[in-house]
Structures are given as structure tokens and as C-alpha cells.
């Protein structure tokens, strides 16, 4: 993975209600890098947060007025530095535009009432440098904190204490203090609490020793049987049985395992790898609503096309369900690009 995905591999194995396997997994996450690629292409812009310094040729009024700087589809989310010339602008005399609805800020301008002026190179190719986070929202929720520092730059796997398994998955974007980490695997842990079930499918009820420390769609371990949270009241959980193709089982005071530790890709996103000390708040990025649902309908339904060998008609006489499927994706796809796609004529949103 080199690039964050617009949804996860579980919430696809949750919407198809599929059985964890190694070959699923593997056609789950393709689905899921082609569909988020194919989301960009189709609203021409990027949306996760990247760290970045780029490089533009400065306006000239011979086509546009010369302090404004457009960023066509590189849009800043926030800004850290700017230069022309190799000269520093302070950034108080840089404008983020439009200020009323950004970010996404599309174009970059001066003060017109102070002395900061484009140029001073020895050309105008890529005069101007800029660095900053750049993308469309930086929208972050808490995760949770580290159960345990991180000691070095090199470590792959973080665990988060709390119920977060229902809130992060595979193609997440994590930030550490200044870090960002991108989600590769999950594995199971301890939650440090017990349960006990009978054989039996009607027995729902799973009482712990602290509710809030899981959460609703949470996927639990008890011995060799999945779990999945369906509601909480108190201490007593919800669930639904022998999930995920897992056999029905009795559990005696059985240890409750859940997807905690995370393995990771270190200093993504034109960040540093740094440590972090245990106890560090973990933030998840959330991607736009529509873009998340849009990625998720395209992913199923390459998976669906998959199983039918390609073979499964986009339109059929009658009202067919391919045929409504398909229509419900192209009006998510027009809502998609009304909403949230970069309109080339107005170079900006």
C-alpha cells in the first residue's frame, strides 16, 4: 500500500458479510486500491493529507492578476512556508483562498497591501516553493491512546487501547503526535476481560467486566469463536454468534481477544518516523462521507463482476438487480463529482 484507501477492508468483509480468508484479503484490498485510485481520477484531487513542499512558476499579469498564485489540483489543507525567489514571504502577507469555505484553499494570494511581491529568480520556472499539508480535509477523530511506547522510528505495530477495532481497519490513516502511519494489518490482543457463553446460537448475551471498553460492530475472539457486537447495555454485550465462518462453541471465563495491535507503515505521508511515548493520543483520518461510500460501492461491485468471471450485465431488459445496482453507482458517482470534484474550468472546487 502506498497510497491511503478511501475505506477499509473491513468495512467491505462487513457489507458482503464475508469469512476472513487469506484469498479474500487479497481481493478485497486490489478492489479497494483501484477503486480509490479510480475515485481521484474521477474527481481529479486527492484526498488524504500529505506532507510537501512544491514548486510553481509565478503568475504574470499578463494572464491573470500577478498576486494570485492558482493551485489547480494541488489544493492545501494548511500552509507552513513560502518562498519566491529563494526569498522568504511572511506568511501573514499570504491570503488562503477561498477563506470562506476552505479548506480545500485553491489558489494562494498576496496582500495587495503590503510590500510581498511574487518573483526576484533568476526565472520564473518554478520560482515559488511552498510547503505545507496538502490534500482536501484534514478531518481527524480519536482513536484512542498507545497502551505501550513506541520506542523506535523502526517498530511496525502499535496497539491502542479501547474499543477501536470498530473504528479503524486496513487502509486507515493514523497520526502520532506529528506522524502519520498508514494501516497495513490488524491482530488480535487481549482486552484483559473475560466472558461466558454456552453452546448455544440463542445465547447473545456476553457479560463483561466494563462495556464501555468495547464498542457496537466490534469483531470479538472467545477460544476459536468470532463474536460480533450488535448492541451494549451496561456491561452486558449483544452478539451474534460463530461469526465470520467460526463454529459455535461453549466459553468458560474464556480471555476476550479483539484487533488492537495494528501493524503499520512508519512516517507516511511525507512525515517522520519518530518514537512515541505510551499513553499518545492516536488520531484516525475520515475521509469525505460520499467519497467513503463511493469507494466502498465501487470495490463491491468490482467483487461481484470478479465472482461473475466479468459476465454480469450492466443493463438488462426488465428491472434486474445488476440493473439497479448499476444505476444506484453512477447517481453515487455524479453525486460524488457534484459534491466533491474539481471542476478544471473554474480550477478550484
Not at 446460537?201 to 460480533?228: I, P, Q, S
Not at 457486537?229 to 479483539?258: P, S
Not at 483520518?285 to 465472482?307: D, F, T
Amino acid at each position: 500500500m502506498t497510497a491511503p484507501w478511501y475505506a477499509t477492508r473491513e468495512d467491505i468483509m462487513h457489507a458482503l458479510d464475508v469469512q476472513t480468508t487469506a484469498r479474500n484479503r487479497r481481493q478485497i484490498d486490489a478492489a479497494l486500491e483501484a477503486a480509490s485510485r479510480a475515485v481521484e481520477g474521477l474527481c481529479h484531487r486527492q484526498f488524504y493529507p500529505s506532507v510537501d513542499t512544491k514548486y510553481f512558476d509565478w503568475p504574470t499579469s499578463q494572464y491573470r492578476p500577478s498576486w494570485r498564485l492558482w493551485l489547480d489540483d494541488s489544493t492545501l489543507i494548511s500552509l507552513t512556508s513560502v518562498t519566491s525567489g529563494g526569498v522568504a514571504i511572511d506568511l501573514a502577507d499570504v491570503l488562503l483562498e477561498p477563506n470562506r469555505s476552505g479548506p480545500p484553499y485553491t489558489r494562494l494570494e498576496l496582500n495587495i497591501g503590503t510590500s510581498a511581491a511574487w518573483g526576484g529568480g533568476s526565472t520564473y520556472q518554478r520560482d515559488i516553493t511552498i510547503t505545507g499539508l496538502w490534500g482536501y480535509r484534514n478531518d481527524e477523530t480519536t482513536l484512542g491512546a498507545l497502551t505501550a511506547a513506541v520506542p523506535t522510528s523502526t517498530a511496525t505495530t502499535v496497539t491502542v487501547d479501547g474499543p477501536t477495532s470498530a473504528a479503524v481497519g486496513v487502509g486507515s490513516v493514523l497520526r502520532l503526535d506529528s506522524e502519520r502511519l498508514l494501516v497495513t494489518e490488524r491482530r488480535q490482543t487481549s482486552t484483559g476481560q473475560t466472558g461466558t457463553l454456552t453452546a448455544s446460537k440463542g445465547d447473545t448475551t456476553l457479560t463483561v467486566a466494563d462495556g464501555t471498553a468495547f464498542a457496537v460492530d466490534e469483531v470479538l475472539l472467545l477460544d476459536a469463536e468470532r463474536v460480533r457486537v450488535d448492541d451494549i447495555a451496561g456491561n452486558t454485550l449483544v452478539v451474534e454468534r460463530a461469526y465470520d465462518g467460526t463454529v459455535l462453541a461453549a466459553h468458560a471465563a474464556a480471555t476476550i481477544y479483539a484487533p488492537r495491535t495494528l501493524t503499520v507503515t512508519r512516517g507516511a505521508l511525507g512525515t517522520t518516523a519518530t518514537a512515541h511515548s505510551g499513553g499518545a493520543t492516536v488520531y484516525v483520518w475520515q475521509p469525505p462521507g460520499l467519497i467513503r461510500q463511493l469507494v466502498k460501492a465501487e470495490a463491491i461491485w468490482a467483487l461481484l463482476q470478479e465472482r461473475a468471471g466479468w459476465f454480469r450485465k450492466s443493463s438488462t431488459a426488465g428491472n434486474s438487480s445488476a440493473e439497479v445496482s448499476r444505476s444506484a453507482l453512477d447517481a453515487l458517482r455524479d453525486q460524488a463529482y457534484t459534491e466533491h470534484g474539481r471542476k478544471a474550468r473554474h480550477r478550484g472546487i
